[in-house]
């Protein structure tokens, strides 16, 4: 430490020394950055498997959230990857789409093992998710909505979309679980006239244009729901919300497995 210490030489050191720590974090990211440049065709709304204690530590949230077992919440997370006829779906649309030159086959769920948990636990009568991209999280709620109405527990999936080509992964016998409504998603959100009990906010993701969802549903939540927020990571409008609102709220931060992303998360919005 002496050398560290004299004006010209010690601070050179401590940069390299420094920068040395620092590349420690990026090395990784780096790493899996380079890999993915080459076997990965997504340019957008990135897909990827969680790190398994980060997979834990949501189960736990979700547990604690709803009241549940954490064993529960775990048993219904492998009834999903474990989902082969799901998988094959997944795979076989996206192969045969025309924008399958930007989107892998395989399926990667990420932080929306959480939300087909929250599914299966709540039993919902009405799932709303507002922008649905492909249909990734339209499929994984539909396939709960199916062993949700096969345990005597019918409901019905919602989604909106701008884009007329979204959600082509809904298909099939997924489709008969929930339909899309195309155009603004305020606008769909505003003519909706029955009760929601599960809300995804995954739309334009704009501060105003999320605050403005969430005040459209606030009279229509069933008095159990729950609100998602995808884009809790970047604003805090659903935490205004719920406070304002008198309802709980927690942040579960992602943590993918071998993807330079460093993940987004879910905002959760609850009442006890």
């Given at each position: 430490?002496?050398?560290?210490?004299?004006?010209?030489?010690?601070?050179?050191?401590?940069?390299?020394?420094?920068?040395?720590?620092?590349?420690?974090?990026?090395?990784?990211?780096?790493?899996?950055?380079?890999?993915?440049?080459?076997?990965?065709?997504?340019?957008?709304?990135?897909?990827?498997?969680?790190?398994?204690?980060?997979?834990?530590?949501?189960?736990?949230?979700?547990?604690?959230?709803?009241?549940?077992?954490?064993?529960?919440?775990?048993?219904?997370?492998?009834?999903?990857?474990?989902?082969?006829?799901?998988?094959?779906?997944?795979?076989?649309?996206?192969?045969?789409?025309?924008?399958?030159?930007?989107?892998?086959?395989?399926?990667?769920?990420?932080?929306?093992?959480?939300?087909?948990?929250?599914?299966?636990?709540?039993?919902?009568?009405?799932?709303?998710?507002?922008?649905?991209?492909?249909?990734?999280?339209?499929?994984?709620?539909?396939?709960?909505?199916?062993?949700?109405?096969?345990?005597?527990?019918?409901?019905?999936?919602?989604?909106?979309?701008?884009?007329?080509?979204?959600?082509?992964?809904?298909?099939?016998?997924?489709?008969?679980?929930?339909?899309?409504?195309?155009?603004?998603?305020?606008?769909?959100?505003?003519?909706?006239?029955?009760?929601?009990?599960?809300?995804?906010?995954?739309?334009?993701?704009?501060?105003?244009?999320?605050?403005?969802?969430?005040?459209?549903?606030?009279?229509?939540?069933?008095?159990?729901?729950?609100?998602?927020?995808?884009?809790?990571?970047?604003?805090?409008?659903?935490?205004?919300?719920?406070?304002?609102?008198?309802?709980?709220?927690v942040f579960f931060q992602e943590k993918p497995a071998k993807h330079w992303y460093p993940g987004a998360g879910i905002g959760f919005s609850f009442t006890r």
């Amino acid at each position: 430490m002496t050398i560290a210490k004299t004006p010209l030489l010690g601070r050179s050191l401590l940069v390299i020394y420094r920068a040395r720590t620092a590349w420690r974090y990026f090395r990784e990211p780096l790493a899996n950055l380079f890999r993915l440049l080459f076997v990965s065709r997504e340019i957008s709304n990135f897909t990827y498997d969680l790190d398994e204690t980060n997979e834990r530590y949501l189960a736990s949230m979700i547990a604690d959230i709803t009241n549940k077992s954490y064993d529960l919440v775990m048993s219904y997370i492998r009834e999903l990857k474990e989902d082969d006829e799901l998988r094959r779906h997944i795979h076989q649309l996206t192969r045969a789409s025309g924008s399958a030159f930007i989107a892998d086959r395989e399926a990667r769920y990420g932080r929306r093992i959480g939300w087909y948990a929250l599914a299966r636990i709540l039993k919902p009568g009405v799932i709303i998710e507002t922008g649905v991209d492909k249909g990734l999280g339209a499929c994984l709620l539909a396939v709960a909505l199916r062993r949700n109405a096969r345990e005597g527990h019918p409901g019905r999936y919602l989604g909106t979309d701008i884009d007329p080509g979204a959600g082509y992964l809904m298909s099939g016998d997924y489709a008969n679980y929930g339909s899309i409504l195309y155009g603004d998603s305020i606008t769909s959100l505003k003519n909706f006239t029955g009760t929601i009990d599960l809300f995804i906010n995954d739309s334009d993701h704009s501060p105003d244009y999320e605050a403005e969802e969430y005040r459209v549903i606030a009279d229509k939540l069933s008095r159990q729901a729950v609100i998602l927020g995808d884009n809790a990571h970047c604003t805090d409008k659903l935490l205004e919300f719920s406070l304002k609102r008198g309802r709980h709220f927690v942040f579960f931060q992602e943590k993918p497995a071998k993807h330079w992303y460093p993940g987004a998360g879910i905002g959760f919005s609850f009442t006890r």
